[in-house]
């Protein structure tokens, strides 16, 4: 059996690697680049013309969503250089001046198309065409692989449909929130007993750096957001999109809490040294609170991340359970709290924040709390559609399209509705 696991494991790794966006950018944007090369030879009078191979490599993105708004995009910029070259070319010729201006003309110009960041291919493709001394038949020859170009790499990712990439967003999210996890903790077991400054801070900058994490999970989303609109393959991608963000908005709202819950921790350290931070008991209950909201968190992540399904409820109906339990033993926490306080203080105000902290946390990761969030952002949503394509939501509401969306988005909402 072991000699089956080893003569297996390549394959494995090949097809887990067969979901990785460098693979898949790989693979799609130099086939989309040979196919377009090789019909632009047929088509162009060129000997060898690469612009069209360019083109499809700079059009083909891992989305479809980013292809068809990129695609769009570049091929206007070229177009417009082209256009730009011809009249320069048929009206000054090539001089440095004249390049000068056409330089001018090109970024201005590329600004009123609205091509966004190829701004600078207008220049680009307006100078290789007036720099050619046959620049009318060239000019034209370069529109016409331009074209070319970019329908191949519109095409390769139609019949080679790029990956939804909402499986990927939710292992970020999930990672995400198994990191709070492992930092609540390790805060858990030191607010027993006695905790050095230093070790203190240390927790500080752990819940500082996870900032960068967040900013990574927030590239994966945009990613799985993108790979979701106008994919024929989803069904209310629409609220897929607003799910993931939302959880997405909660944990970072839960990272930054925990951040101030850890400067509470090194302030109490820094009061209280060489003292423990908390009374025995109120050390054993924080620990036990941070513990179980913890593992809320955790379930907040796999509720978020999981399709509308059986597994999605019984998710929720566990993170229910398990934020009444953490709702318990906070009542308990607060009324020791509130004992201490009376005893030192000195300290209440950093008591007091310390129980505001973890509240703050528990109040968001609420179920009815989530699908209050979750059906404000689906209405900011829905709101911003209709005024940016009124047409295109009559239509929707016509066919009924809208209704099936406000229903799926009570299921999404939770049972606890």
Not at 195 to 208: G, I, K, M, S
Not at 323 to 351: I, M, N
Request: neutral net charge; hydrophobic residues 45%.
């Amino acid at each position: 059996m072991r000699e089956v696991r080893e003569w297996t494991a390549p394959t494995l790794r090949i097809l887990r690697k067969r979901r990785d966006p460098v693979v898949v950018q790989t693979v799609r944007s130099a086939t989309a680049a040979t196919i377009a090369y090789v019909i632009a030879l047929r088509l162009s009078p060129e000997q060898a013309p690469l612009t069209a191979p360019l083109t499809a490599l700079l059009v083909v993105q891992v989305t479809l969503y980013a292809t068809l708004t990129n695609g769009f995009r570049r091929v206007n910029a070229v177009v417009t250089g082209v256009l730009l070259a011809i009249a320069f070319s048929l009206l000054v010729g090539l001089t440095w001046w004249s390049l000068a201006l056409l330089l001018v003309a090109s970024l201005a110009v590329g600004r009123l198309v609205r091509v966004e960041e190829y701004v600078p291919e207008v220049a680009i493709s307006a100078m290789l065409v007036l720099g050619v001394t046959t620049v009318g038949n060239t000019a034209w020859a370069r529109v016409v692989e331009t074209l070319i170009g970019a329908t191949v790499g519109l095409a390769c990712n139609l019949l080679l449909a790029p990956p939804v990439w909402v499986e990927e967003a939710g292992e970020s999210i999930d990672g995400l929130a198994r990191r709070l996890r492992q930092l609540m903790l390790r805060m858990g077991e030191e607010a027993v007993g006695g905790t050095p400054v230093d070790r203190a801070e240390e927790r500080l900058y752990e819940a500082r750096r996870l900032d960068h994490d967040i900013v990574e999970v927030d590239a994966a989303l945009r990613q799985a957001e993108d790979s979701l609109r106008l994919n024929p393959r989803v069904k209310d991608s629409l609220l897929h999109r607003v799910v993931l963000r939302t959880g997405l908005d909660t944990l970072e709202i839960c990272t930054v809490v925990l951040r101030v819950l850890a400067r509470s921790f090194t302030d109490l350290a820094k009061e209280r040294e060489p003292e423990p931070l908390f009374e025995d008991e109120t050390g054993a209950v924080l620990q036990q609170l941070l513990s179980e909201i913890a593992d809320a968190v955790v379930s907040f992540a796999v509720l978020v991340t999981t399709h509308l399904s059986e597994s999605a409820e019984s998710a929720e109906e566990r993170l229910a359970t398990e934020l009444r339990t953490a709702a318990g033993t906070r009542d308990k926490l607060a009324v020791l709290l509130r004992e201490d306080a009376r005893r030192e203080t000195s300290h209440w105000q950093l008591l007091g924040a310390v129980l505001t902290e973890v509240n703050r946390i528990l109040d968001e990761l609420d179920t009815e709390h989530r699908s209050r969030r979750l059906f404000e952002e689906l209405d900011r949503v829905s709101r911003e559609q209709r005024s940016r394509m009124p047409r295109l939501t009559r239509l929707r509401e016509r066919l009924g399209v809208q209704e099936q969306m406000w229903r799926s988005r009570a299921g999404f909402g939770g049972g606890s509705r």
